[in-house]
């Protein structure tokens, strides 16, 4: 019997592998979607690290312990008094897993819905590309070769170890561990300050535990604009995470139930901690696992990552790869983008991703959310700027949640008045960052938001303010 056929073969139903599988399949394509995740009934779980061990959960965790928080003592002030707070951590993990299967299930209706073929098991090529493509050989719970005329590899990234010190998963944690730490720990430790220690520091510390934060760089925070990143490190000190920075990590030993960190400060002085529970988050590594890469000649750069070119071509004909496993940032919403991109690309048409207006957000409290250059980088490319800032604390909404922490700034050219990047700290980052976003890819000025109106009382009349500020006309501040 030979092979089943299809037009495009996508290897990874993480964001990036299931979006690209269904823009495949609304052009026209026989589109099939291999991805091996299971869950702990050892069925399906599409939607990668993001909807598994990534952004969902997280955000889940982040919303609970926000609320708890709250509970605590922001309700106060609003005249709401809870008495009898407790904790219930098993109903809050089993609530986050049940929005992580929610979306699972939402990924296979759609490929229902879209007429994608979905083979749960591990993809590989099996081969080089034939007169029927390139055969791909599926293990696991299914097992068939099935032959592809494009393939789209979309298989993710995995996180870093420190070496020396592998995830086990009860002590020392990555993404998955951290996630799913089932009593909080009194003392949790944290190597690296970046998105997901920061993430996750949070999340436990709202619960209750003593946070401790390593950090390798001396800088905090150093892709964020500086007068941002500052604003943060005072906000998280205060809320009590611990952080140290400019340290160097020289052993991480396990014991029975906690596990010693030995490290040099910032002086360069030698120091010991204990904790219940260690988070490794010093970033991620591109998965080519047992892809078979070699078996069809698909090259790698130097890194580990799949090489493309600025259209996720591979070297290969008709083979591109999408998402955390190529070059860029480690981001669903970019892994998404490129994987619309290629499928457009295959159908002929001109897929495109504007890597200079991907969004970033941070879903700290506050959020941190950005766009474009910082005040850094505009510095170290002598561009002229002009900057712009206005501060949550004179906005009515802010003030009306009970939460004014933070500022809108705006960065424009100096000449032309072209807005060069839009940095936030404060509530709701996330979601007002896509008027910048926006504005950038409609190449706007501060000036055509400056003069938008804006509803009120909205934040979003920050946004609008801090580029008034770019000219000195706030009228709130
Ligand atoms: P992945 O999501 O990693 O998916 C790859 C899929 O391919 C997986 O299901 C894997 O099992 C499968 N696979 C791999 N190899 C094979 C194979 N050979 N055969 C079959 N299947 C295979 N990004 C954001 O934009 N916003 C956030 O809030 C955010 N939060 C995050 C929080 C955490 C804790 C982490 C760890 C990451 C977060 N990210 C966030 C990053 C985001 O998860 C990734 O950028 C995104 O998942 C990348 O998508 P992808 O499709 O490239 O790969
Ligand atoms: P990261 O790159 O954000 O941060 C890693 C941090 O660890 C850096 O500050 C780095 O200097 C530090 N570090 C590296 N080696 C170290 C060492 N040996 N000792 C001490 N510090 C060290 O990586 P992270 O947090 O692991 O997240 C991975 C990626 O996942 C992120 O870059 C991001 O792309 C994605 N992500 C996105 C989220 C979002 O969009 N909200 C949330 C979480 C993750």
């Not at 988050?281 to 070699?294: E, H, K, M, Q, Y």
């Not at 007002?432 to 950038?440: D, T």
Request: with cysteine.
């Amino acid at each position: 019997m030979s092979n089943k056929q299809f037009d495009v073969v996508v290897i990874g139903a993480g964001p990036g592998g299931y979006i690209a599988a269904i823009r495949a399949a609304q052009l026209g394509f026989s589109v099939a979607c291999i991805d091996e995740w299971a869950n702990d009934k050892g069925g399906p779980a599409p939607g990668g690290t993001c909807t598994n061990v990534g952004c969902i959960p997280s955000k889940a965790l982040l919303q609970s312990s926000e609320h708890f928080e709250h509970a605590g003592h922001a309700f106060k002030d609003h005249g709401i008094e809870v008495s009898g707070l407790a904790l219930n951590l098993g109903q809050m993990l089993k609530r986050k897993n049940t929005v992580v299967k929610q979306n699972n299930d939402g990924i296979l209706f759609l490929f229902k819905k879209n007429k994608v073929t979905f083979f749960h098991g591990r993809g590989a090529f099996a081969g080089a590309q034939g007169a029927e493509g390139y055969p791909i050989a599926i293990t696991g719970p299914t097992t068939e070769t099935i032959n592809a005329k494009q393939v789209i590899v979309a298989t993710g990234s995995n996180p870093r170890a420190l070496p020396n010190a592998p995830f086990d998963e009860k002590l020392v944690l990555s993404n998955t561990g951290a996630l799913a730490i089932d009593a909080v720990p009194a003392k949790l430790g944290v190597i690296g300050a970046g998105v997901i220690g920061l993430e996750m520091g949070s999340v436990w510390r709202r619960l209750g535990a003593d946070v401790t934060v390593l950090e390798g760089l001396p800088t905090f925070l150093g892709a964020v604009d500086e007068q941002i990143a500052k604003e943060a490190h005072k906000m998280f000190t205060k809320q009590g995470l611990k952080i140290s920075l400019g340290v160097k990590v020289e052993s991480v030993t396990p014991g029975a139930n906690n596990v010693t960190v030995k490290y040099a400060d910032a002086q360069g002085a030698a120091q010991e901690a204990v904790f219940d529970k260690l988070i490794v988050s010093i970033g991620r590594v591109p998965n080519t696992n047992g892809l078979g890469a070699d078996k069809a000649g698909l090259a790698l750069d130097e890194r580990g990552f799949i090489a493309v070119d600025d259209d996720c071509k591979t070297n290969l004909p008709n083979v591109w790869a999408i998402g955390d496993v190529v070059r860029g940032p480690m981001l669903a919403h970019k892994a998404e983008e490129e994987g619309v991109a290629v499928a457009e690309r295959i159908a002929g048409q001109h897929g495109h991703t504007n890597f200079d207006t991907i969004p970033w957000v941070i879903y700290t409290s506050p959020e941190i959310a950005w766009v474009g250059k910082t005040e850094q980088q505009l510095k170290a490319a002598g561009v002229a700027y002009k900057a712009g800032t206005f501060p949550f604390l004179a906005n009515g909404r802010a003030r009306a949640l009970g939460d004014t922490s933070g500022m809108v700034k705006f960065l424009a050219d100096a000449t032309t008045d072209e807005i060069l990047g839009v940095h936030i700290i404060g509530p709701m980052a996330s979601e007002l960052i896509s008027e910048a976003v926006v504005a950038m890819e409609f190449k706007a000025s501060a000036e055509d938001i400056a003069r938008i109106c804006h509803a009120h009382p909205s934040l979003s009349e920050a946004t609008k303010e801090a580029a008034l500020a770019i000219d000195k006309r706030t009228l709130n501040f």
